[in-house]
């Protein structure tokens, strides 16, 4: 071998992805906003040369995708056919590495590895060790496999060119391993370190997770206490011999929580929603703004929702059972998803001093 061979990459971005249900070829699927065929192709685009295998018809949607470096070569009715074809398409190279579309997650650390093993022994392929205990089930029983001779392929799978072409001319019909066709024609194959992670796009629930976008939000409102008011916090109502002032009931920690709600959402907040200027809002019940909030947030799930309370009295601790289970009633959410933590501020501020309550809140949503 050269003392730098050249190294050409093989794309296989041919499918259907039926597998998948995903309305077409799984490719154009996202993944964190970006499609998976342009996210496995960038990690190619290094070599000396990048032969993507696209389906004729989707060409012009896939060329969009793929760096403006990668060939494109017509794929064929299953992956062998497909993979043929790029072959037939390089003429000549030292060394081929063939990638399934369909593994977005692939590092250059394994590639690296596979290439390196194929440059020195003629072949490098991606592997996991057996995670299960694993069985053979035949007729005449199950035999138990020993698992620390077991391993699970991957791709990059990269070869020795000549070898690899000799390989495909030799052993004919449909294999989805290229490492198969090449042990079939006996030449030797060497596994290098894959990765869990590497792993293949194949049915619905691989691609569960891949776009959740998470949002955070915070909200902060404090009320002056006032003689003459009810004090209600989190819908509780509290034997006290003062209140809080405000156009509604004043309940601090809801509209915390509402303005987090909000603001997580991408929303304007709630002096927009329920100005204190307008008469529906007078003594209004912060639970019934919540649960409208809620509603409004419909687009996210409620990870979860921390609440702080800032009041030098009463003592809130032995209500916060009650008040986190008002709160996740209005939210519909666990009662585990919400949590209220109560201090004073060691006679400190305004709140110290007696003069206001203040709360905090955090939400963590994602998008449905
Ligand atoms: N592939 C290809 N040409 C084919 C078939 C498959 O280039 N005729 C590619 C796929 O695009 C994929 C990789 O080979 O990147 C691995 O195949 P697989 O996961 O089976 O993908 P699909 O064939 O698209 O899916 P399915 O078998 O579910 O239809
Ligand atoms: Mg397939």
């Known amino acids: 071998m050269k003392s730098s061979p050249e190294i050409t990459a093989i794309v296989l971005c041919a499918g259907k992805g039926e597998r998948a249900g995903q309305n077409g070829n799984k490719l154009f699927s996202l993944v964190g906003g970006q499609a998976v065929a342009a996210m496995t192709a960038a990690k190619f685009a290094r070599f000396?040369?990048?032969?993507?295998?696209?389906?004729?018809?989707?060409?012009?949607?896939?060329?969009?995708?793929?760096?403006?470096c990668a060939e494109i070569v017509a794929g064929g009715k299953t992956r062998t056919e497909s993979v043929r074809n790029a072959l037939a398409a390089i003429g000549d190279t030292d060394i081929a590495v063939i990638h399934d579309g369909a593994r977005p997650f692939v590092t250059d650390k394994i590639l690296d590895e596979a290439i390196a093993s194929a440059i020195e022994f003629g072949s490098g392929v991606a592997a996991t060790k057996a995670v299960e205990s694993l069985k053979i089930a035949t007729d005449d029983g199950v035999k138990s496999l020993d698992r620390s001779k077991v391993y699970c392929v991957q791709t990059p799978q990269a070869f020795c060119f000549a070898d690899l072409k000799a390989a495909y001319e030799r052993v004919a019909g449909?294999?989805?391993?290229?490492?198969?066709?090449?042990?079939?024609?006996?030449?030797?194959?060497?596994?290098?370190?894959?990765?869990?992670?590497?792993?293949?796009?194949?049915?619905?629930?691989?691609?569960?997770g891949l776009n959740d976008a998470y949002r955070i939000g915070l909200g902060y409102d404090v009320h002056p206490t006032a003689k003459d008011r009810k004090l209600v916090l989190c819908g509780e109502t509290f034997d006290a011999d003062f209140g809080l002032a405000?156009?509604?009931?004043?309940?601090?920690?809801?509209?915390?929580?509402?303005?987090?709600?909000?603001?997580a959402a991408g929303m304007p907040d709630i002096g927009v929603l329920f100005p204190d200027t307008d008469?529906?809002?007078?003594?209004?019940?912060s639970m019934e703004l919540l649960r409208t909030v809620k509603s409004r947030c419909a687009a996210?799930?409620?990870?979860?929702?921390?609440?702080?309370?800032?009041?030098?009295?009463?003592?809130?601790?032995?209500?916060?059972s009650k008040m986190r289970d008002n709160l996740a009633a209005a939210l519909g959410v666990p009662r585990d998803n919400v949590n209220i933590s109560a201090t004073t501020t060691e006679g400190l501020g305004i709140v110290g001093e007696g003069r206001g309550i203040a709360s905090a809140a955090v939400v963590l949503m994602r998008t449905k």
């Open 174 to 208: 449909d294999l989805t391993d290229d490492s198969e066709v090449m042990e079939r024609a006996g030449y030797p194959v060497r596994l290098t370190a894959g990765s869990p992670d590497n792993r293949k796009l194949t049915y619905p629930a691989d691609f569960n």
């Open 279 to 285: 008469p529906a809002y007078l003594g209004a019940d």
């Open 48 to 68: 000396d040369r990048l032969i993507a295998v696209v389906a004729p018809a989707e060409t012009e949607e896939m060329r969009a995708l793929l760096p403006p």
């Open 300 to 320: 996210f799930e409620i990870i979860n929702l921390s609440v702080c309370i800032m009041a030098q009295r009463p003592k809130i601790a032995p209500r916060v």
């Open 246 to 263: 405000g156009h509604s009931d004043a309940d601090a920690p809801v509209h915390a929580i509402m303005d987090a709600l909000l603001s």
